[in-house]
């Protein structure tokens, strides 16, 4: 009898076999996308988009055959004995769920929302640089009725933005994250207008020096490689807007920006993407061109990248290590700050109207903004034409400011252009997440942030690795916080780390 | 009534979006194969070649589908009062012709190729490091019974290699090709050794000095700005071994490697590659998506890259032009040079082993000698284990020499691990047919060389554009021949070419 009846089954073989065509076909796309955004010339943007839609549309035309429902329905009986966590239950688990999802959107729709979205984007970028909402408005109608559509056909149970939310972070509501986005925003406010009043306490001029780009780049692989990025495995390269992507087992790069006029800025971008591409370098290679390959949600991912840009980037203990490094690629700028004129410097927080720019106590609230936005246009209470007022109230009550212009302020983003109404959200909780982790971690392995202090990550990321990466996506983002804290999502770790934190730095 | 009832007849237009499909698939792969030679990371070769095997299953799939060959057949009765050069009868005939030759051959034995070759290629790189033929004899022996049954299947008149080298110069025969080759070696072999005699007479010491990288690569993009290649819409890497691919239209790029002992590696690799580029540039936007949109063969591509790196990059005219601009970027090294003296350096002639090292009047011999062998192999007069020997007779009897081991004799090139056989002759095609044009653009435009002491370039590549690139595939090699100078292939001019210029270097 065989050791692995389901493994070996011939079901069980055909559906792995389908399943990774399916992502042969997304992870060609990816690297047609990676490509598009570091080196491709400026003549190849109409076939590669083309390119692009033909992989999107055949992987999913093979991922929705019917016969790809036929052997999950099939299968789902057969492992129901294994184990929960098993690689076969996980697989069939996981591949139904987005089986479903997939299915219940007509192919007309997915076309639909393609073009449109392909339109709005081009449209956000005319208005964006124009600083004209008006010629974006009726595009983001006809992207917002397109994605009332898709929520009605996902199906929800109370809100259509959680059928929207559910792609982004399977298994999660609404229900769930506003009264932890409340929480935090009641302590926040507050936090702003203190270190406000306080403004003049900590000086970050230190960073604004003209610093050669070439050592900026060097200085980034140094903080890569020390975390523990494998350079065998991914690279990394310039790109306007910084991401990391896996474009095959054993193939996880990320891309920074450089400003010549402040290093940090390249520094904790890398930090950032570096933190998300530990998280696929450690998805083992059995997962690997199954849907378990990828992360548990996209809050977890941003778990991992917030945790090693600011929970470790921004510490003392970092700046112990590293800034002996930077002061030998910048004598002029560097050599005479200590590690406390870093530290306070790479923390200063100030309210400003780009959500990209913003610090660690700012951060969230940029995000709880989109997120009440977001909801009041999907269900239609909030009109399209009034989404500029009330974006810069919102922006006055949370942050006390407002943008300069709409170029500044609502059409900062290009997130709704793509139709990604439910995603901001996962930005807040990857925050949340990674102290809620850090605390875990440091609690089982109370050495991990002094050893930081000495150039060691390896307890850190081993413990991530063991606890979080190894899983893939086995888990939804509720299980896998159950798991490895044994409770659920909490907000106050995070508050607490950022209250102490900024008292200590603002003498609040 | 329609301007056009065949292109806007439903069936038309289902064949060009089928067709469509098959080629982004094929491109999107070819964005795969350039990543994989320039940038990717060691870790993610695994993956990405089962990435690039499912694009190419999947294109074949699509292709051989049987809806594409009823589309087809019907079509090609309707296309036939069109004119024999309108794009609706090109695409029909062209296609039709793919069409056939693709579902002759098994997918079984499409698999067992792909397989075989890949396995081969491993095997092959191991046996050249190790200088052990008898380690790849037999993959090469898989590979030749593998290649029997397709040139079976494929079907032929006279002889199996027919069937392999139409797929690479289509409607060319051993027939064809083999009485002009004859006439070609009859007069190389003794211009070969009348150089011999006299190798003191050019002297290239100039050339092996210490070049730097940046300045070579300078250098390179000069040139191909100079000729015309256009880097809107395409761009120049490093590779271990050059290439041009198309990565979608407007996306045409290329790669060169550098010595930094003799910048002319890099300049006339750059300089070849950008011939190839310059072709599959000038194919126009109508014919992208289709299997209109590439070259008309391999021979027609090579002799646009031999006619820029050659007839052109060769030339006295050439250097009247660009030894300035050398001798800016190296003055130390070239600061005294004067025209005649780098004409003569990088026109030297020496028989040596190595295929892709050797000169002008020495390289069809290599190719000549392969011919003859992969021809007996296909049969099996010749025995894989007697290659070896046979290899370096022939190398003898040609070129004087016996290579120094395997390695640098009969391992040395790829192709035959690849399943590539019937491939070489469309080198020496190349270069019979690029003096063939160039001549037949001199005729008609006796301007053209003059022009390029100047740095005009223009009239040499509108001229190619108009005559031949244009028509991308719409004809087979021999009707674009005669189409463009009114005559068969002909050995002659490139054979006078040769031997007015060695004559003149060598005091003959």
Chains 1, 2 share one sequence.
Do not use: C
Request: glycine share 6%; charged share 25%; net charge negative.
């Amino acid at each position: 009898m065989s050791r692995h009846p389901v493994r070996d089954s011939s079901e069980f073989k055909e559906l792995l076999e389908r399943l990774a065509v399916v992502d042969d076909l997304a992870r060609a796309a990816a690297v047609l996308r990676w490509d598009m955004e570091t080196y491709m010339p400026p003549g190849g943007a109409g076939s590669r988009s083309q390119q692009v839609g033909t992989l999107r549309r055949l992987s999913h035309q093979h991922f929705t055959d019917p016969r790809t429902g036929e052997l999950l329905h099939r299968l789902a009986g057969v492992v129901q004995d294994l184990p929960y966590d098993s690689f076969e239950a996980s697989l069939v688990r996981r591949a139904l769920r987005d089986y479903e999802r997939a299915t219940r959107v007509p192919a007309r729709l997915v076309g639909e929302l393609g073009e449109a979205t392909a339109l709005a984007s081009h449209a956000w970028a005319r208005a964006r640089s124009a600083n004209d909402f008006a010629s974006f408005a009726p595009y983001l109608e006809r992207n917002l009725a397109l994605l009332r559509e898709l929520a009605d056909r996902l199906g929800y149970e109370q809100h259509p933005y959680d059928a929207l939310l559910d792609e982004y972070e399977p298994g999660m509501r609404l229900s769930d994250i506003e009264p932890l986005f409340e929480k935090l925003r009641d302590a926040l406010v507050p936090l702003v207008q203190a270190i406000s009043r306080r403004a003049g306490m900590v000086d970050d001029s230190l960073l604004h020096q003209p610093y050669d780009e070439q050592r900026q780049w060097q200085l980034t692989l140094e903080a890569l490689k020390a975390i523990g990025y494998d350079f065998e495995r991914g690279r990394q390269d310039r790109s306007a807007h910084p991401f990391t992507t896996t474009l095959g087992f054993g193939d996880v790069r990320l891309t920074t920006r450089i400003d010549p006029q402040d290093f940090s800025s390249a520094l904790f971008s890398s930090m950032h993407e570096g933190g998300h591409a530990l998280y696929e370098q450690g998805i083992p290679e059995e997962l690997a061109r199954t849907p378990l390959g990828d992360a548990a949600s996209l809050g977890t991912h941003e778990s991992q990248s917030r945790l090693w840009e600011n929970v470790i980037g921004r510490s003392r203990e970092f700046w112990r290590f590293f800034l002996p490094k930077a002061q030998a690629l910048f004598p002029d700028q560097l050599g005479k700050a200590d590690v406390e004129t870093i530290y306070r410097a790479v923390n200063r927080s100030r309210p400003g109207e780009v959500r990209t720019e913003a610090d660690e106590v700012t951060y969230n609230l940029h995000i709880f903004l989109r997120l009440e936005l977001e909801k009041e246009l999907l269900t239609g209470r909030l009109a399209v034409k009034e989404l500029p007022e009330a974006w810069n109230a919102k922006m006055e009550s949370y942050l006390g400011i407002r943008p300069r212009d709409d170029a500044h302020g609502v059409l900062q983003d290009i997130h709704w252009s793509q139709g990604m109404i439910g995603y901001f959200p996962t930005y807040a909780l990857g925050n949340v997440l990674s102290v809620q982790f850090f605390d875990q971690a440091r609690s089982e392995r109370p050495e991990i942030l002094e050893a930081v202090a000495h150039g060691e990550f390896q307890p850190l990321l081993s413990w991530l690795r063991e606890r979080i990466h190894r899983h893939g996506s086995k888990f939804t983002p509720k299980e896998l916080v159950e798991r490895v804290t044994g409770s659920p999502i909490r907000v106050e770790p995070y508050l607490a780390y950022l209250q102490r934190k900024y008292a200590e730095l603002y003498g609040l």
